[in-house]
């Protein structure tokens, strides 16, 4: 059973027609909905609840956290930021959605700007599944298309992902690596495209399933923790220091 | 319920004292015993059975394949080669242990010599955990400890892995890439040092774990074959060609 | 001073008029010619001189060997393969053209089918830049766009790339990893889309760039060759294989 | 002419008996010195100059930057960070050595804590080359042997290199991914171990070689800075969005 924490910025719904129609009860919650179909134990955190809902307390019980923010990312405390990439490094999974790219966390995990090209234009856009073997794609086929998603284009400043899983294609001419993996600590990241807040890609059935494979890909390795700082030697080294006769 | 087939030369065991007194029903036999304590559906091929027990219909009921080999390489035909190279590219999993390195089946989907520097001097190795976060060190800890394995030493000639797992010291000055993994095709692939004829790592717990965490992650990716050849476009293409205004 | 060998099938522009009017002495002069504007001496071979064109001293003479082959992949001869794949592994640089994707020696390197997508349809198409610091990408920007060019879709069925430079955007709604970067052994391998015997991609500054920087990322690094085999130990062992007390 | 400021924080020199006896004038000016025997323009910068010597100016004309901090990682101010971030971002090499892996420098482009065992014991270490392609091992052959250098060993918590080039093996047991390549926006970056402020490896000709290398190889590729923000279409796209009939 993995404990998943859906964490949204949760403003466009409050305030702008169009996604509130899209998303009457929130990004997070419709997220929320589709994992709870699946073997996943869900809660949901947003931005203006106390510590945006993460509390030492719930980030602990956590396995993998999904995030989506987008027009508030400075409005995210650096103790929190701090707080999430520690637990990343620990081992917590972090699955990154649509405008995330340029969230805090994942601009501080990736050390990069993370910046990219975009346009809302209605455009149908085509994700691209160049990874046959990775659990992520499990189901997928060979893409996965939406009618609509806003366009987002290289070049996309990432550190070169660790697995490159989808390539997304737009009709205006444009490419962009929509689906990457990394590992930072004992953590697993996956950045994944869709999820304008007024399209409703979150409906869509293949967007579902590589969600939900990746948040298993995510899932913590049960393992020691390294151990860092000054070392003992594991073998005699009084004898050694000359070379072989 | 993975279906794994365990594949051995099945030589020095039949032949040389010292692998007969460690392995007395030979190599593939002692992992499958330990895989069949864990939930595996194991059987067992050797170089010596008609098409070396890799026939069609083994090879269509093998999700992984675990493959050692030594001293009769050349003996394995071009023909079962090809078969297996092309099971891999469909989706089979692919655990590559020790000598195996120079098997040819490995070196068809390497592309490289995969030589090495080696030396059996009854030394110790210390195999450490570079990917703290892979599934494949599940329960590893920070290195796995031998009390006595061949070495294998730097250059190794393979590919840069895909993902680089454990990296092994040994007492004579040397390193080695020793737990690597790639995908070729739909396929993964996982290569593993450990597991010289005379000594006795199969029954070492920690590389019993890392054999088993490595079917795991080689396991088929259920999804469609891809399709590769003519293409018909999907999207209307004849408006195009010429640049926005 | 590179010395670099273009080696063509040299078939099509002898058989297909269109491809004959393209390019009147072959696809092979017109590399030369744009590559001796530049600081390289270059010599060409054919697929129907003697041992191809590539008799051992011209390989040992040959520093970067650039390779376009297309419909008579089959005749080149396992030998000269096998050679080729030798120097390579020895440290030659080896530029791969187009359709020679699925050149033997290509395949051979690779390990996988090398098997894609494709379609004739006098499109357009946009080849991104997707890793901007690469000495490959020198001059070029943030794109090269071609007015025609064979469609080239994934899933294309190669390693993951070392270095991922290049991806295609095609008007029909594909999209292809263009643009790729391999070590084996001793060598480098540049894998670069364009160049249908048919249309003029030989002649755009932008692909004969991209073509120019790649061989001088080809070129062979000044090293004594690693040695393989039995190795004597580096440091006095006799003293170890005990635990630090 | 590559343009290389090597900044060092240059405190244990002023203070430590003995790294002032191995480097009177600091490691900056060591450094500085077998690099002036090369094709390179040379300046210095240290901790406790104005804006830590880093002003705008100085680092507009910086093609690569050198960097060993280790005691006052925590002096440097995070906009003298910030600066430096921006300026490898848009291009600028960054060679870190040794205990700069703890460099706030370093930390922000890796994402990770950059932590480590380690020990100072008089061991002696050998560097392995195990990526013999690279232009970064040009003339190094298989191994650096250095007769004292501080133990650093795994796990070291970095993300996976985009290129291992070296592996260290200690006597104690350890090993280490001692040199390794990253790309970061539109800049390169080449960690390096060896340096100890008490031990003499800045003197060691292998050790002065792979930094030689190692700042070619960091050397900014000429290029127009990608455009990030909001994207017209590059294609028509009135027409398209419907599938093809």
Known sequence: MIHVTVWNEFRHEKIDSKA????????????????????FTVQTATLDEIEHGLTLEVLENTDVLVWWGHIAHQEVTDDIVKRVHQRVLEGMGLVVLHSAHMSKIFMKLMG????????????????????P???????????????????YGEHFDIPAPDELIFISWYPGGEVF??????RR??????YFQ????????????????????GIRWCKPTQNSYPVYGHHEPLETISELGGRQQ
Chains 1, 2, 3, 4 share one sequence.
């Open 194 to 213: 869709p999820g304008h807040e007024t399209y409703p890609s979150f409906y869509n059935e293949g967007v579902q399933k590589v969600i939900r494979n």
């Open 20 to 39: 509130k129609e899209v998303y009457p009860e929130g990004i997070h919650q419709q997220i929320a909905t589709f994992l709870e179909e699946d073997n």
């Open 112 to 131: 990069t700007s993370c910046d990219l090209k975009w346009r809302e234009a209605e455009e149908n856009c085509r994700i691209w599944n160049v990874n």
């Open 133 to 151: 073997s990775h659990p992520i794609v499990e189901g997928i086929g060979e893409y996965i298309e939406l009618e609509k998603e806003e366009m």
């Open 177 to 182: 690596r929509s689906g990457c993996t990394y």
């Open 185 to 190: 600590g004992n953590g697993k990241i996956f």
